[in-house]
């Protein structure tokens, strides 16, 4: 953003003459005023990209003056001028929200240089403005986390309400629905953009170091601690932190956290000094924090400290309707960062889409997409395409082993579990895979036991009390 108009405000007629002459010479447009009163009328008839102030003017102070215009046009850049040369007056203007300060007399090329620092600075300002709604725009709810299902509309209202807020937020969801992504769009649509968004997953920092990754260490904190490290409590100040994982953070850990939460005050390892922070915390969890907290691996305290505002991300089958748009903006996204031509799903591309099981949720629709776009040779995307989400036939067709099958298939069915509730999954699998394998092999025998046994490669008795066992009904002959 150039610099256009200034307002120059001194009861020096001589002073107002020369600032007048040298900045039109420039090809600014410049106005004068020889009192503050004066300069404050100007303000509120037009918008003025610089102001030049005096500090003892009559009536309005320079200083107060300086004051209105930093609360009341934060976008005009303040220099202040006087003939004053001392601390008091120096600190008190920057302190005040001065971009500079002139001692007078000055050289006009000071005055100059200041003017072009001020232009640069003016830009850089707009750039980052730019880039704060650009980032808006991207991250706002409905665009960069896509969905108009009624799970995600649930969703976006409680975004709407709690984005601005500093409150504590604790997103759940199963892996690849998207929490970092909700915890990213609360930051960018906050009070807080600009400031930095940190991010720490708890379960991939090992425990011995996952307290110094939170609080940093002083140097010779420890072996090997041959430099102070700040830790991502000191980096968010101001700002975000996003603490993934959480439920697998040690208990001990746990209780430090909870106190940070409370005082608002760290310590780094091996130090003394405390250290004030202002971090916003949203927390996130693919387990159930209230199960653990039955079990005793979570704080309790700790739990209603960040559970202020929940949010559960729907898994990507309880939002099946969304599976289309999805599908369309992972394409184009493909096309973006891979550099391919557009590429499109068939109906029955995305029928498939939608009775698959999504284990691995959005992202693993993402990954697929990706996948496919980029080794597939065709413009429309088929079934075949995807062989990783077809059915027996094709995935042998393929060359793959029926393990892999299989693999796929108990994927899928073990993501509509919650298996933290669970305490005899291997029997109930094995009960359901021999039930349907043993069925199998007796139609294809026509209820023959001993070729069945033969074939299975276990017992005549073992097979009969696995018969009993799993309530099978053997048709002889059939």
């Known amino acids: 953003m150039a610099i256009q108009r200034i307002l120059v405000a001194d009861d020096d007629e001589s002073i107002r003459w020369v600032l007048s002459k040298a900045l039109k010479k420039q090809g600014l447009n410049v106005d004068l005023a020889e009192n503050g009163s004066q300069a404050r009328n100007l303000a509120r008839k037009r918008r003025y990209d610089l102001a030049i102030l005096d500090i003892k003017m009559p009536g309005v102070h320079g200083l107060d003056l300086l004051k209105q215009f930093r609360a009341d046009y934060p976008d005009t850049l303040i220099i202040i001028m006087t003939a004053e040369a001392t601390m008091e007056h120096a600190v008190s203007a920057m302190k005040n929200g001065a971009y500079d300060y002139l001692t007078k007399p000055f050289d006009l090329t000071a005055l100059d240089a200041i003017i072009l620092k001020a232009e640069k600075a003016a830009e850089l300002s707009g750039r980052i403005d730019h880039l704060k709604e650009e980032l808006q725009e991207h991250y706002s709810f409905g665009r960069s986390i896509i969905g108009n299902s009624q799970p995600m509309q649930e969703i976006y209202k409680i975004l709407g309400r709690v984005a601005g807020s500093d409150v504590t937020i604790l997103v759940t969801g199963e892996s690849g629905t998207g929490k970092e992504l909700i915890a990213r769009a609360i930051h960018i649509n906050s009070q807080r953009l600009g400031s930095p968004f940190i991010a720490l997953n708890c379960a991939a920092i090992p425990r011995e170091l996952l307290e110094t990754e939170l609080f940093g260490h002083e140097r010779g904190a420890f072996t090997g601690a041959t430099e102070r490290k700040t830790g991502k409590f000191e980096q968010a100040d101001g700002g975000t932190l996003f603490l993934d994982e959480i439920g697998d953070m040690p208990l001990e850990l746990q209780a430090k956290l909870l106190r940070v939460l409370q005082e608002k005050e760290i310590t780094r390892t091996g130090g003394n000094q405390t250290l004030r922070v202002d971090v916003r915390i949203v927390a996130a969890s693919n387990q159930n924090l209230a199960s653990l907290v039955k079990e005793k691996r979570f704080r309790e305290d700790l739990y209603y400290r960040l559970n202020v505002v929940p949010i559960k991300l729907p898994s990507l089958r309880e939002r099946r309707d969304d599976i289309p748009v999805l599908t369309n903006f992972f394409l184009q996204k493909s096309k973006q960062d891979l550099d391919i031509e557009d590429k499109e799903c068939n109906a029955e591309t995305l029928d498939l889409f939608r009775s698959h099981g999504w284990p691995g949720n959005v992202r693993e629709l993402e990954n697929v997409i990706k996948r496919a776009a980029l080794l597939s040779p065709n413009q429309v ?19 793959d082993s029926l393990e892999s099958l299989v693999a796929q298939k108990l994927e899928n069915s073990l993501a509509r579990i919650n298996l933290q509730e669970m305490n005899n999954l ?35 008795n073992t097979l009969r009390k696995k018969i009993k066992t799993l309530e099978i009904e053997v048709n002889r002959g059939s």
């Open 381 to 399: 995307l088929t079934p075949a395409d995807f062989p990783e989400l077809l059915g027996v036939e094709i995935i042998q067709r393929q060359g």
């Open 426 to 460: 291997y029997e109930m699998v094995l009960h359901q895979v021999e039930r349907p394998l043993i069925n199998i092999v007796l139609k294809k025998t026509r209820g023959n036991q001993i070729k069945t046994a033969e074939i299975l490669g276990i017992n005549r």
